[in-house]
Antibody, heavy 115, light 107 residues
Framework: EVQLVESGGGLVQPGRSMKLSCAAS????????MAWVRQAPTKGLEWVAT????????YYRDSVKGRFTISRDNAKSTLYLQMNSLRSEDTATYYC????????WGQGVMVTVSS | DIVLTQSPATLSVTPGESVSLSCRAS??????IHWYQQKSNESPRLLIK???QSISGIPSRFSGSGSGTDFTLSINRVESEDFSVYYC?????????FGSGTKLEIK
């Protein structure tokens, strides 16, 4: 059974950093591109970043470029999202997904950016 | 960026009715559209990939069609568990974008 389990969320002050993790199981992690998608409270879905199966290629939405870094450790079957210089508008539930078009989604982790 | 416009924003139906949800792209995207269902306080679930390809474990009453700029998600005989929000997403070009969603509610 494919499982994606996010962790690392919580309350953080504006300008500070936070790192999210997504532990994958039930499939060969190193064969798949992965992505992060977020959803602000009561809002729709928004793609954040994508990484290729081997980590050699990464892509970001403009609003997070230069602040967020997506990475992966295929030996640990884990996806990461390092978020720096956080802003109030980054407040959202963050989901990791398998592939760009999410055939599987994690349960999501809430990130609240507030002083 | 490719803008996806979903309509209607809200659709009120009676269980047993059949419905069609629309997603229109601001430019041609071939069949690179995917449909998701999101129930309240849950993660999205993939229903249809690449416009019309079915997904294992998804009831056969869900189907998709379209290519280019106009896409449709059809639900044949809506059941009570289907009342939720539906999103379309394009994977044709970056940035990946989602529609704003259609809420399917009980009439």
């Amino acid at each position: 059974e494919v499982q994606l389990v996010e962790s690392g969320g919580g309350l953080v002050q504006p300008g500070r950093s936070m790192k999210l993790s997504c532990a994958a199981s039930g499939f060969t992690f190193s064969n798949y591109g992965m992505a992060w998608v977020r959803q602000a409270p009561t809002k729709g879905l928004e793609w954040v970043a994508t990484i290729s199966y081997d980590g050699s290629s990464t892509y970001y939405r403009d609003s997070v470029k230069g602040r967020f870094t997506i990475s992966r450790d295929n030996a640990k079957s884990t996806l990461y999202l390092q978020m720096n210089s956080l802003r109030s508008e980054d407040t959202a539930t963050y989901y990791c997904t398998r592939r760009d078009w999410g055939d599987y989604w994690g349960q999501g982790v809430m990130v609240t950016v507030s002083s | 960026d490719i803008v996806l416009t979903q309509s209607p924003a809200t659709l009120s139906v009676t269980p047993g009715e059949s419905v069609s949800l629309s997603c229109r792209a601001s430019q041609g995207i071939s069949t690179s559209i995917h449909w998701y269902q999101q129930k309240s306080n849950e993660s999205p679930r993939l229903l249809i990939k690449y416009a019309s390809q079915s997904i294992s474990g998804i009831p056969s009453r869900f189907s998709g069609s379209g290519s280019g700029t106009d896409f449709t998600l059809s639900i044949n005989r809506v059941e009570s568990e289907d009342f939720s929000v539906y999103y379309c997403q394009q994977s044709y070009s970056l940035p990946l974008t989602f529609g704003s969603g259609t809420k399917l509610e009980i009439k």
